[in-house]
């Protein structure tokens, strides 16, 4: 018998087996089912997982940018004690830990001085000077007296430009000077009358002139000689010398900070006694903050290069991914090399021999601390109708690699119960000691600071630390009786 072969049997019925109608009804049946599992698998299991992976996989948060900052930090928070270097915030994006550069040693001492002092307002900043970094920014405020003085800036009295910035101006007048006009701290100008009055008879512009005594110009800007800067602005310096300079050291610019700066506003003058006020800092017109004064100072402390200040180190989520970290850059370096070594000594000679010696004098004698390098700039004006008293001092500190800048403004009352060159000098210890042991005991009263003073008196020959004013024989200008205004603005040191 043959075998019939596959194709030959199919053949034979494949025909029958194809139009029979119950296996057509089948065949359809399984294509029905098999059309519907396929829809179910593809639209319906694959869009549950599809789903859920959405759910497990959220969309990335954003990074933190420089406009959010401010809304993270507590208001009045650097009036408190115990401010936290590091911080958590929630935010509508999740938890939020905030590194910032405030070194608490630093902070709390220069916090416990002014609750010491009570003064009506302080506020004080120390700064990095290599790097920008804001290691101290405290605020205090003497019950309502304080804050309804200047209520603008009671949020952050260090962030206020509303401060007249009084003799701290004589630091660009000097670097001025020393940039445009060739001069040296061992240039001489004469000077008429009173240190810390201004009036135009000792400016020769009365139409009159006086003979007055040779200064140089080391001992004008460590003894803030008011008639010295104000001459030589209107007898050197022109306009746009002085203004080139100014704006160097940022007045008129927004200045770039994690919180809110004001800008440092110079003041227009519209004749040469206004530029003579302007120049020594005999007005309260030219404002300036606290922070601001901090990175002027910086910038002998840094070989010229100011930098960028900054508050905020980093900014990590709660899974520990940075979602923001500081940037370190520099602002500018107005000045050449050889004007930054003239203007270091200049400053060096205000705590060394002029208005800030005394503030200094235990910096110098103690073992640990007495080949730091230090200086700086103090200013005192009296604010419009005798509200108060601006005590001022900026400055640096230096110690090997370690190089801090410091501003410190004290409004005083009726009572004057330290300073600000002595706070200041409290900062420095603090910013460059190497242990908080050297802190220890340095917190003096009132009294003793006078009984450190008036035996530097006796150590120290006055004659080789300032001329007296009576040295200076013109009986137009000594003989003649003059009353302060009492809105005059009443300057010195």
């Excluded at 609750?115 to 309502?144: C, E, F, H």
């Amino acid at each position: 018998m043959r075998l019939c072969s596959f194709n030959h049997i199919f053949g034979l019925y494949k025909d029958k087996w194809l139009f029979s109608r119950t296996r057509l009804a089948i065949i359809a049946v399984l294509f029905v089912v098999f059309t519907a599992l396929t829809c179910h698998v593809t639209y319906g299991w694959m869009g549950k997982k599809q789903k859920s992976e959405n759910y497990a996989s959220p969309a990335p948060k954003p990074d933190v940018l420089p406009l959010d900052i401010p809304s993270l930090f507590e208001k009045r928070l650097f009036y408190q004690s115990g401010v936290p270097p590091v911080f958590t915030k929630a935010t509508p994006h999740g938890e939020l830990t905030v590194h910032t550069t405030i070194q608490p040693r630093i902070q709390e001492h220069m916090l416990q001085l002014f609750q010491r002092y009570a003064p009506l307002i302080a506020a004080g900043v120390v700064l990095d000077a290599t790097s920008g970094a804001v290691l101290a920014m405290a605020n205090y405020t003497k019950g309502t007296a304080g804050r309804e003085l200047l209520p603008d800036g009671e949020d952050n009295y260090c962030l206020f430009a509303g401060f007249p910035a009084a003799s701290l101006i004589k630091i660009v007048t000097a670097a001025a000077a020393l940039e445009h006009k060739g001069f040296s701290p061992d240039t001489t100008l004469p000077v008429v009358g009173h240190y810390y009055s201004l009036c135009r008879s000792q400016l020769g512009l009365d139409g009159l002139k006086h003979r007055g005594e040779q200064v140089p110009l080391d001992k004008a800007f460590a003894l803030s000689i008011n008639p010295f800067f104000g001459l030589l602005c209107i007898s050197y310096l022109s306009d746009a010398e002085f203004t080139s300079t100014a704006r160097g050291f940022l007045f008129n610019t927004r200045i770039p900070f994690d919180l809110p700066l004001q800008p440092s506003m110079l003041m227009e003058p519209h004749d040469d006694f206004e530029r003579a006020q302007m120049a020594s800092g005999y007005n309260t017109h030219t404002l300036i903050s606290p922070l601001h004064a901090a990175l002027i100072a910086s910038l002998p402390a840094n070989d010229g290069v100011m930098m960028r200040p900054y508050l905020v180190d980093r900014i990590v989520d709660a899974t520990g991914k940075e979602r923001y970290t500081k940037t370190v850059t520099a602002l500018g370096k107005p000045l050449h090399a050889a004007t930054v070594q003239h203007l270091r000594s200049l400053m060096q000679g205000t705590v060394q021999i002029g208005t800030a010696r005394h503030a200094f004098a235990y910096l110098r004698s103690h073992a640990e601390t007495k080949d730091w390098i230090t200086g700086g700039k103090t200013g005192s004006i009296n604010l419009p109708d005798q509200r108060g008293r601006c005590d001022w001092f900026a400055g640096f500190g230096q110690d090997g690699d370690k190089r801090v800048a410091v501003a410190c403004i004290l409004i005083h009352g009726q009572n004057r119960t330290v300073r600000s060159a002595y706070v200041a000098s409290q900062a420095v210890v603090a910013g460059l000691a190497d242990t908080p042991s050297l802190l220890a005991g340095r917190v003096m009263s009132a009294r003793s600071m006078q009984q450190v003073a008036l035996q530097k008196k006796r150590t120290t020959s006055t004659a080789s630390v300032r001329a007296p004013h009576h040295q200076t024989k013109v009986k137009r200008i000594t003989t003649r009786k003059r009353t302060p205004k009492k809105t005059g603005p009443v300057t010195g040191g």
